[in-house]
């Protein structure tokens, strides 16, 4: 079974920035995508950034220029840098791994923007 446990979330100001970290109990190179998505109550989840095993990444148009995905192959973890936090960012983010099969996902980690 696999785990994607994901940290770094927290309270932050408009403007300012965090970075999530996603770590999976086994070698990421397993996974053909990996992914941020969040989702907050009464919503459907959203993606918000993904990289594939190649490295190509994609971004949801409201969060390009400001978050950037990336992944440390040796740590077996994926990171969401965000900056320019805007209050519409307050969410619960999730980290998605997926292969050809399987989709598995982490606990998710709240981040909340103050205005």
């Known amino acids: 079974q696999v785990q994607l446990v994901e940290s770094g979330g927290g309270l932050v100001q408009a403007g300012g920035s965090l970075r999530l970290s996603c770590a999976a109990s086994?070698?990421?190179?397993?996974?053909?995508?990996m992914g941020w998505y969040r989702q907050v109550p009464g919503k459907q989840r959203e993606l918000v950034a993904t990289?594939?095993?190649?490295?190509?990444?994609n971004y949801a148009d409201s969060v390009k220029g400001r978050f950037t995905i990336s992944r440390d192959d040796a740590e077996n973890t994926v990171y969401l840098q965000m900056n320019s936090l805007k209050p519409e960012d307050t969410s619960a983010y999730y980290c998605?791994?997926?292969?050809?099969?399987?989709?598995?996902w982490g606990q998710g980690t709240q981040v909340t923007v103050s205005s």
């Open positions: 086994r070698s990421i190179f397993s996974f053909n995508r």
């Open positions: 998605n791994a997926a292969t050809t099969f399987r989709v598995y």
């Open positions: 990289i594939m095993s190649g490295g190509s990444t």
